[in-house]
């Protein structure tokens, strides 16, 4: 397991567990977030696709993000890909946990600085609302592109929860030979 790829919403731990992985098997880590925005703007999408896929090109990488239209060049590349699947009422409680401490000082991360009161929950493009809006139409729809990825030979880990999570991270601290035989929910089922 040299090529690993991450999504799931907003307030999963992507970035915790990402990180983590890179530190554990000591791959490179890159966050779509950040090679997409840039200090000019968003990448346009030939170009955010150019970009990733030279990511992947390498022998060994872990890449989170929640980019279903790079599954070509993510996902399909991947030997592992791992669904942080967890139940909206747990993504509404961390998205609103997480939000209170950045907007109450506690953090100073460049995300934390720009968030305000509106863009956090009151905004119609919230980060609360578009969290729940893109749960309930997204969710379907990675169900099935996670299954045709599966079917291309990736191996796809689903975890429904934070113990999941890390119980997996358990099992990859025995090694990849524990880490395969029991744990996770490894299937791709619909929704």
Known sequence: MRKIALFGPPATGKTTLAKWLSA???????????????????????????QAGEITRHDAWIVEGNFSKLADVVWHRADV??????????????????????????????????????????????????????????????????????????????????REVRRWMTEMRKGPTESHSHGATRHTAGP
């Open 24 to 50: 554990e098997l000591g791959y490179p880590h890159t966050d779509l977030d950040d090679l997409l925005f840039t200090p000019d703007g968003p990448l346009p999408l030939p170009e955010f696709r150019r």
């Open 81 to 162: 890909l791992v669904w942080l699947d967890f139940p909206l009422p747990l993504i509404v409680y961390r998205i609103v946990r997480r939000s209170l401490y950045q907007l109450t000082g506690h953090d100073d991360s460049p995300q934390a600085r720009r968030l305000t009161w509106s863009k956090a929950f009151f905004h119609r493009r919230s980060l609360l609302r578009t969290a729940i809006r893109k749960y309930r139409h997204n969710r379907p729809r990675y169900a099935l592109q996670v299954a045709e990825t599966a079917d291309r030979g990736v191996q796809v880990v689903r975890l429904r929860n934070p």
